[in-house]
């Protein structure tokens, strides 16, 4: 799995599934408890399967580091 959530999604992911999650466990809410299970493991591990369906993607691109192991150019 590649990740595909960005920090500032990753984090408000985190704050809305520990909400949802903690209002359960007060008693506020009963079922949206458990769904404040999804955007807390898509924050932990972050990687959303619903992105690949639709082709998002909030984290940055990796770009290919060149430097390792290859002489200057000048050299």
């Given at each position: 799995?590649?990740?595909?959530?960005?920090?500032?999604?990753?984090?408000?992911r985190?704050?809305?599934?520990?909400?949802?999650?903690?209002?359960a466990?007060v008693?506020?809410?009963?079922?949206?408890?458990?769904v404040?299970?999804?955007?807390?493991?898509?924050?932990?591990?972050?990687?959303?399967?619903v992105?690949?369906?639709?082709?998002?993607?909030?984290?940055?691109?990796?770009?290919?580091?060149?430097s390792?192991?290859?002489?200057?150019?000048?050299?």
């Amino acid at each position: 799995m590649k990740r595909n959530i960005g920090t500032i999604d990753r984090a408000l992911r985190l704050i809305a599934g520990v909400a949802l999650i903690g209002s359960a466990l007060v008693g506020a809410i009963d079922v949206w408890g458990y769904v404040g299970v999804i955007p807390l493991l898509t924050a932990v591990f972050g990687y959303c399967p619903v992105y690949v369906l639709f082709g998002f993607q909030t984290c940055p691109l990796e770009t290919e580091d060149t430097s390792q192991g290859n002489p200057p150019a000048n050299a």
